[in-house]
């Protein structure tokens, strides 16, 4: 996919922020929400509204189709009032851990919070891009859609183009493919120590390692599992990446690694990768193919999180139960388009669903997951009074 600069035209950066008033979820009548036919004003039930802080309201629906009753939570985040930051769980140690969406906002002190990004279920590592107060915490090559939000609050959502790169002593410049995520055979990946103590990578003959310190000093090489220095980092090679790395960074050496966004998301504090797109400038624009999403997520009926925001910068955090025939039966990605739209969203992004959608309000999950008791997940979208 291209560069899409999704800030609305003639927002205003640094003026106060005029948000529409709160819209109570009753009125949803949502009549293009599902294709099963148009929805009538008794159809949609509210559950609850309720003003959380100044600047965040929350509010549950529930709306019947013909599908099946969906059961809606929304928060709307006035980002100049309160920030939202993206959290990672981690292990004891040190490294990429899991949680539950209750346990990640008490651990860092968020008034409300919804699931984040895809992760490896395995290693716990996020899938995507995720930036937590302006460093990169992971990345991977593939280019999804991204949410980010600016130190100014402002709230806008893109493709991530990260650049890591090593620059040597001669100027030569050496692109790293990852951060922090399993090593792949040929390409360099970067570990910090958001990763853990080391890289964990097994030892091989044609893998080479280079630790560099906070003065980019190379002080360590290795065949795997390499110490990650405190404040520094380490790169690894593997397969075709091994004789470049070893003839380039030797022990003495120096080296600068570093690690930039590049376009619109340059000065980016938080970010958070999901995908795909599911609107675009108010419409409906669900961007799956385009973004490699395997079929059951796009296509299928699951539970849903997503966020978004609407033309006034107003954020939009959102989930959808699922599973749940008497309940809520979940909704399609066309159909959390049109449901994010209907709330007022200029741009909004999937996150991930399925039994890792959870809603976290004042410190207790106010949605049903699907699976009875909460998932534990690799990262949380967190609202946060401002400092």
Same mark, same amino acid.
């Given at each position: 996919?291209?560069?899409?600069?999704?800030?609305?035209?003639?927002?205003?950066?640094?003026?106060?922020?005029?948000?529409?008033?709160?819209?109570?979820?009753?009125?949803?009548?949502?009549?293009?929400?599902?294709?099963?036919?148009?929805?009538?004003?008794?159809?949609?039930?509210?559950?609850?509204?309720?003003?959380?802080?100044?600047?965040?309201?929350?509010?549950?629906?529930?709306?019947?189709?013909?599908?099946?009753?969906?059961?809606?939570?929304?928060?709307?985040?006035?980002?100049?009032?309160?920030?939202?930051?993206?959290?990672?769980?981690?292990?004891?140690?040190?490294?990429?851990?899991?949680?539950?969406?209750?346990?990640?906002?008490?651990?860092?002190?968020?008034?409300?919070?919804?699931?984040?990004?895809?992760?490896?279920?395995?290693?716990?590592?996020?899938?995507?891009?995720?930036?937590?107060?302006?460093?990169?915490?992971?990345?991977?090559?593939?280019?999804?859609?991204?949410?980010?939000?600016?130190?100014?609050?402002?709230?806008?959502?893109?493709?991530?183009?990260?650049?890591?790169?090593?620059?040597?002593?001669?100027?030569?410049?050496?692109?790293?493919?990852?951060?922090?995520?399993?090593?792949?055979?040929?390409?360099?990946?970067?570990?910090?120590?958001?990763?853990?103590?080391?890289?964990?990578?097994?030892?091989?003959?044609?893998?080479?390692?280079?630790?560099?310190?906070?003065? #980019?000093?190379?002080? &360590?090489?290795?065949? $795997?599992?390499? !110490?990650?220095?405190?404040? *520094? %980092?380490?790169? @690894? +090679?593997?397969?075709?990446?091994?004789?470049?790395?070893?003839?380039?960074?030797?022990?003495?050496?120096?080296?600068?690694?570093?690690?930039?966004?590049?376009?619109?998301?340059?000065?980016?504090?938080?970010?958070?990768?999901?995908?795909?797109?599911?609107?675009?400038?108010?419409?409906?624009?669900?961007?799956?193919?385009?973004? #490699?999403?395997?079929? &059951?997520?796009?296509? $299928?009926?699951? !539970?849903?999180?997503?966020? *978004? %925001?609407?033309? @006034? +910068?107003?954020?939009?955090?959102?989930?959808?139960?699922?599973?749940?025939?008497?309940?809520?039966?979940?909704?399609?990605?066309?159909?959390?388009?049109?449901?994010?739209?209907?709330?007022?969203?200029?741009?909004?992004?999937?996150?991930?669903?399925?039994?890792?959608?959870?809603?976290?309000?004042?410190?207790?999950?106010?949605?049903?997951?699907?699976?009875?008791?909460?998932?534990?997940?690799?990262?949380?979208?967190?609202?946060?009074?401002?400092?």
């Amino acid at each position: 996919m291209g560069l899409r600069y999704r800030i609305p035209p003639g927002y205003p950066l640094k003026t106060p922020m005029r948000l529409a008033p709160v819209r109570l979820v009753a009125s949803l009548l949502l009549a293009a929400f599902v294709a099963a036919g148009p929805a009538r004003a008794e159809d949609a039930i509210t559950q609850a509204t309720r003003q959380l802080a100044n600047g965040l309201v929350h509010s549950q629906v529930v709306h019947k189709t013909k599908a099946g009753p969906m059961a809606i939570n929304v928060l709307r985040v006035n980002p100049r009032q309160l920030s939202i930051r993206s959290l990672v769980a981690t292990r004891t140690g040190g490294g990429f851990g899991r949680a539950p969406v209750t346990a990640i906002a008490k651990a860092y002190g968020a008034i409300a919070a919804i699931n984040g990004s895809f992760f490896n279920l395995i290693s716990s590592e996020p899938a995507g891009l995720l930036v937590m107060d302006g460093q990169i915490v992971s990345s991977t090559p593939f280019n999804r859609s991204v949410f980010g939000i600016r130190y100014d609050g402002t709230p806008f959502i893109d493709d991530a183009h990260v650049r890591a790169s090593v620059l040597l002593e001669n100027g030569r410049e050496v692109l790293i493919q990852r951060v922090n995520h399993q090593a792949k055979s040929g390409e360099l990946t970067l570990y910090t120590p958001h990763w853990g103590k080391s890289t964990k990578t097994t030892i091989h003959p044609y893998r080479y390692e280079a630790a560099v310190d906070s003065n #980019g000093t190379v002080i &360590e090489v290795s065949n $795997g599992d390499l !110490p990650i220095p405190k404040n *520094g %980092y380490v790169v @690894s +090679g593997q397969g075709a990446s091994y004789h470049k790395l070893a003839s380039l960074l030797q022990p003495g050496g120096k080296a600068l690694v570093y690690t930039q966004l590049k376009g619109v998301w340059e000065g980016v504090r938080y970010a958070i990768g999901g995908g795909p797109t599911i609107v675009h400038k108010g419409q409906v624009h669900v961007t799956a193919k385009q973004e #490699g999403m395997p079929g &059951e997520i796009a296509t $299928g009926r699951a !539970p849903r999180t997503a966020i *978004g %925001y609407a033309a @006034s +910068g107003e954020t939009l955090m959102v989930t959808v139960d699922g599973r749940k025939k008497d309940h809520s039966v979940g909704c399609t990605l066309m159909e959390l388009g049109r449901i994010m739209v209907e709330l007022g969203a200029y741009e909004a992004i999937n996150l991930d669903g399925g039994g890792s959608s959870t809603m976290v309000v004042n410190g207790k999950a106010v949605n049903q997951v699907s699976s009875g008791s909460e998932r534990m997940v690799s990262n949380a979208i967190g609202v946060f009074v401002r400092e």
